[in-house]
């Protein structure tokens, strides 16, 4: 109770769960063998983001 909410903050939070949800969802459609042409084991490469370094580039 009186709580001030940073709305700004709030909403970069829903922001993050709903591409979290949605990139899960993705994993479990590549994992199902519900993509054509894409294989889970192809899974590593599609999920590295291009800021993201490779662990063998560490």
Known sequence: MGR????PA??????FRATMAQR???VLQICAGHVP???ALNLPSLLRSSETPAPEDL
């Open 10 to 15: 709030v909403s970069r939070i829903e922001d």
């Open 4 to 7: 001030v909410w940073d709305l």
């Open 24 to 26: 899960l969802v993705r």
């Open 37 to 39: 042409g894409v294989s």
